[in-house]
């Protein structure tokens, strides 16, 4: 049972694909997670209630594989059909499903070389060719660049980890150029101040927009996640997830999610008071020298001329605050920094503040 | 966004693949549902209540990539090391990653051709070649035949919807023929009374074993799954799913199984009561002169010389009683019926009594 025992030829078929490596997740008490993107607020007091509440004795029955009854309740918010709604196991898991579903069986599909770290994974896993498409000096993502052949697009907006959205003209320009493909947008941080596309479903058959429920919901630990598109898009969605997993969303989660949507007061309130402690703490970073990308999500990307990112990362970790660097190439000077409650961006600020007397 | 649309260029490129079909979920009222191996007795008081003390405030929080602590519980009460266990969203999603993991880069994997219907879409979704070995006469899997070389082998034991269970001999000739294969075994029904291999693991490193929380601990509303294998094994599995999906489970999930795996005597009563009944049902069927086929899980599988099984599923089907009928080769002209409760039972039975009147 020891992986070092020699090598049998059983073991010569085994997956050795790349992985995605998330943030540490490690159980220090007093820590300041600032790393993984999630909430500082609870779920709304709706979805603690739905939860209580729940009838646990039927989960004894599987749920239903297509999300019902969320996948109503969603379609009726956002003014669509359920057959326009996919629910899936996350975020995550709808994106690794569209690619399959989607994306180029013989051209490359094309991303940003800056965006979320799991778009080569995925392509890697099914066999999908792919090529990145370097964003400019500045971070933005230049939609002429998405203007040539492609068996498929996929833009994450705003994006990750810089952080930058984008409006309307700027989908719509990547959506003019790319009739021939499928343009999936991945809303994860949408929420939290940038545009969104999904309106934009109506006009393009092309389009999928995929949203969470991790981040702008509190939901990080219920795993839900969905997709707005073309009935053709969906029905194809659907076929990839009855050919893998049919039931990925737990009962209880697909309740849960329901008073998540329901909650609006509650998000309307959570988002406003993170992106109030956002900007403030933009700015004071800002009064330290640090440049900080302008944000429409729960995070913040940031540099400093004088201050290797990796330094203030290791020694923010050491007074119990963790953020997250990439050791990637043009971000390796970077930290993406979640926004947390105001007190623990207060002791973020105070800690940074010290590095820099230290 | 009607599907009737002229076709776009972009629309070829879209999945296409055969897909599983799980049991109806229709909602009428008062229907005894016996089509989907649904346990009939609801999760144990414990699950109830670990789901009511959640602390759902937590939920902001994403779960443990690693379904840990549920991880260490499973170890420790089959006797393994964390290193041991996988823990996925539903057995389904476990038996698709390690079809990913574990299978036949160039020679076909190998699965008797009825057995559970999700194992050809699998092979199918990841590009893996196949073949099927028929069950013999009496529908029991003959071991010698799956002596030959292959790029891995997938038996269901107990078999479904056979319902046939094999023994300990059974399973250590399948593995002493396939020395050079990753070999799984998909437990979902053993709990019902066949033969666990989990113990073999200790002494095969090419041995998963694959098992649900779904049937045999009533959760099937929470995707619950998990696989035993060695080191090696369960290092690839989480890298398939760290390059798919990096948190497939709920936390609210992992709570709910460590009460389910901790609550034992329930478990033991609940799983006696089914067998029980499954007895007494056969028994009867046998009295109507039903062949009904030794059953090792908690469903069973049946059949009648003069009677159509399809018009005895439709005239059910009025009744209100939903039973499984598959229209496919050498079965299509037998029932799979899940075990309810004692008065379920007895309603299928005067119900099929009926029948023969009518």
Redesign the interface.
Known sequence: ???E?SS????E??????????GE?PEIMGLI?LN?N??????APE??QA??E?D??????????DGSPLRKTLADIYGFNDS?IFIG??S??VL?LAF???????KPILFPDISYSFYP??A??F?IDFETVPLDESFRIVPEDYAKEN??VVIANPNAPTSIGEGREFIEEILKNN????VIIDEAYAAFGGFSAGEL??EY??LLVVRSF?KSR??????LGYAIG????I??LI??K????????????IA?GMAAIESEDYFRMSIAKIREVREKTAEQLKGLGFKVLPSSTNFIFITHERVEAKVLFNYLRMKNILVRYFDKPRIDNYLRITIGTSDEMETLLEETANFFQS
Chains 1, 2 share one sequence.
């Open positions: 049972m020891s992986i025992s049998c030829s059983w073991q078929g085994l997956y050795d694909g790349e992985v995605y490596v998330s997740q997670k993984s999630e909430n500082p607020f609870p779920p979805v603690l939860i209580v729940f646990a004795r039927a989960l004894r029955f599987y749920p239903k594989g326009n196991n996350g995550d898991d690794a399959k579903a989607c994306f180029g069986k013989n994974i995925w890697k896993f066999g068996g498929g009739e021939d493909s499928v479903v109506h058959d092309n991790s509190s939901l990080a630990g219920l795993r073309s009935d053709l898009l029905k194809t076929s990839v009855d050919s893998f997993n049919s039931y990925p969303v737990d009962s209880i989660t849960a």
